[in-house]
């Protein structure tokens, strides 16, 4: 039996409560797990956990920015809607940025709200409305596979997202008669019929893509899946879509592919340093420094050094890992110290850096079942 789970200040402050899981089981029975994609826009208790590690807090910036500057375009009639792109490496918090966009785009409409509603217009203000095709965790598993078992070309993949946006908005307009072009053949109207819905609802949809492994070495198949959706991205329709990589320059290469025009965002996420460590643990701390009896963290070889001859500095030893394994290690050592029945204070100092190589982090054992993507 499942006992509550401990809310004092010894509990473990790195485990992540999956969205909604607290609204459906009995109070205190909710378990934290020990890594997900923060989504904060539906569960408040994710909006204390995102930190801003590798630069993150500069593409949501970024983004925010964007979201001023584009949105009253957004809203007219046969004008264009956004394509957010998300690039990084596997397991950096590629959809956990995303879902923070969402959560940003939530607080800057409630802030249009209330700025009509001192107008006396509150019917002014745009509804936000999102849609996830791939869940909270944005998989594209779902989408990515025919009824042979074989990767599905892009146009079924188009679809079958398609299908899935279609089912947030039923539920979100109930009553509403959808245009049966919505649900047809020809995608690319389909998002048109639902840019006028948009329109008659006085909604902006915030469209999350699925992730999908395209294993396209030089790019060439993400570039077109971008073209594709930045054709759907239509007047009052922004998307999402997530890249990974474990070369920028593939990143680049993808996005340069892309058409060069206001309608298209790109937000990248790299790699970790030693000093995004001490950020994730002083956040779990509130804020609070590292305490003065932490040990030292590891000097880095050849840092601090000035110019001239001596030894070339050696790589952050953090280089290889990536925020979902920081979460990780995080969580383990304070449970150890739960368990030990101690305080709960991890410093930057107790964590281990990762020895694997950087492109073993983060990735899942490939189904033997499932071939490679083929080049569409």
């Not at 409630?110 to 095709?133: G, T, Y």
């Not at 594209?140 to 188009?158: C, K, L, M, P, Y």
């Not at 008659?200 to 915030?206: D, K, R």
Request: one cysteine or more; glycine letters at 8%; aromatic letters at 6%.
């Amino acid at each position: 039996m499942i006992g509550p789970l401990d809310e004092t200040e010894n509990a473990n402050p790195f485990g992540v409560f999956l969205p909604e899981v607290r609204d459906l089981l009995p109070v205190g029975h909710a378990r934290p797990r020990a890594d997900h994609p923060l989504v904060p826009w539906k569960d408040e208790s994710h909006t204390h956990q995102w930190v801003d590690v590798d630069h993150a807090g500069q593409q949501l910036d970024r983004f925010e920015q964007c979201l001023r500057d584009e949105l009253p375009g957004l809203l007219l009639p046969k004008e264009r809607g956004h394509l957010i792109v998300v690039t990084g490496p596997v397991g950096m918090g590629k959809t956990t940025l995303i879902h923070r966009c969402v959560q940003r785009a939530h607080e800057y409409l409630q802030e249009l709200s209330r700025h009509f509603e001192e107008q006396a217009r509150p019917n002014l203000a745009p509804r936000p409305v999102v849609a996830m095709a791939g869940g909270y965790k944005n998989g594209g598993e779902e989408v990515s596979w025919d009824g042979r078992g074989n990767f599905a070309d892009t146009q079924e993949i188009n679809a079958a997202i398609r299908d899935k946006l279609v089912e947030t908005l039923e539920e979100e307009f109930p009553g509403v008669s959808l245009d049966p072009s919505v649900t047809g053949d020809d995608v690319r109207g389909a998002f048109s019929s639902i840019s006028k819905l948009l329109a008659q609802q006085n909604s902006v949809l915030f469209a999350i893509v699925p992730h999908i492994d395209w294993r396209d070495a030089g790019g060439e198949v993400r570039t077109n899946f971008l073209k594709t959706w930045l054709s759907h991205a239509q007047s009052r329709i922004v998307l999402f879509v997530e890249i990974s990589h474990q070369n920028p320059r593939t990143a680049g290469e993808v996005i340069a592919g892309l058409p060069t025009n206001t309608a298209v965002t790109h937000l990248s996420l790299g790699s970790l340093a030693t000093e995004d460590t001490v950020k994730f643990t002083e956040a779990a701390r509130g804020g609070h420094p590292e305490p003065e009896d932490a040990p030292p963290l590891p000097a880095i070889p050849g840092q601090g050094q000035g110019p001239g001859p001596g030894p070339a500095p050696a790589q952050d030893p953090w280089r290889h890992a990536d925020v979902r394994y920081l979460r990780q290690e995080c969580f383990r050592v304070a449970e150890r110290q739960r368990l030990a029945g101690g305080r709960v204070r991890v410093t930057a100092a107790d964590l281990a850096a990762p020895t694997l190589d950087s492109a073993d982090l983060g990735r899942a054992s490939a189904d033997p079942a499932r071939p490679p993507r083929r080049p569409a």
